[in-house]
């Protein structure tokens, strides 16, 4: 497609739950950067690839969270043991080179009940 | 650190008015700024940005923003919005980052409700 995919839109998961959220940059997109946006706030930055590397994983908020983009394109978060402030929209993006505008995905809602 | 405020959560205004959505911003170092619109069910969009150069800067759907380094702001303002505008509207910061890539923090949104 032409833009950012994230799959799947919606997700509900019991507490204790793995997750693992998708994400489909635009194609040759070297940068990919996953926001977390919690209800009635604005995203969060959780951590960004350049490529295959995992530049900075600073804003990831416990070590539940686990994030890896292998081959360069497609990006998976992974939440493991979800907790009910786990809830909120993962938003993905990504850029055509450093330091240019971000393009994103129309997010995955997660509600954990 | 940066950070980023918008003091009105909504804002409510008549088909056709002008408008402005207020942001201002803190950093210690040299930023960029944008502005990002949200449709409902809808990714986030680039409205417009600052890097350098000219204090005004122009985006699409007729918006535009004025860089005011002296009060810190970076306000939105349309003057004449349409019913389609109807959205919520997010100012960020970004700084450049050593790994050369810019870390973007967003402020908590204004919605912004045209009346018909």
């Known amino acids: 497609g032409a833009g950012v995919s994230q799959s799947p839109r919606y997700k509900v998961a019991k507490r204790g739950q793995d997750v693992a959220l998708r994400c489909d940059p635009i194609?040759?997109?070297?940068?990919l950067f996953w926001y977390q946006q919690a209800l009635g706030q604005g995203p969060e930055f959780l951590t960004y690839?350049?490529?295959?590397?995992?530049?900075?994983k600073s804003g990831l908020p416990s070590d539940r969270f686990f994030a890896e983009r292998p081959e360069g394109s497609v990006s998976t978060l992974k939440i493991q043991r979800t907790q009910q402030e786990d809830s909120a929209v993962y938003l993905c993006?990504?850029?055509?080179?450093?330091?240019?505008?971000?393009?994103f995905g129309q997010g995955t809602r997660l509600t954990v009940v | 650190a940066q950070s980023v405020t918008q003091l009105d959560s909504q804002v409510p205004v008549f088909e056709e008015a002008p408008v402005e959505l207020r942001c201002n911003y803190s950093?210690?170092?040299?930023?960029?700024l944008f502005w990002y619109v949200q449709y409902p069910n809808q990714g986030l969009q680039l409205l417009l940005k600052?890097?350098?150069?000219?204090?005004l800067v122009k985006g699409i759907n007729g918006f535009e923003a004025e860089f005011n380094k002296s009060q810190t702001s970076f306000h939105l303002r349309k003057p004449s919005v349409h019913i389609s505008d109807t959205a919520e509207y997010f100012c960020a910061v970004g700084r450049p980052d050593s790994g050369g890539y810019q870390k973007v923090t967003f402020g908590t949104g204004t919605k912004l409700q045209v009346i018909p």
């Open positions: 993006a990504s850029s055509p080179r450093e330091n240019t505008e971000a393009f």
């Open positions: 950093s210690s170092v040299s930023v960029y």
């Open positions: 194609s040759g997109h070297v940068s």
């Open positions: 690839f350049q490529n295959e590397a995992q530049l900075d």
């Open positions: 600052y890097l350098s150069g000219s204090t």
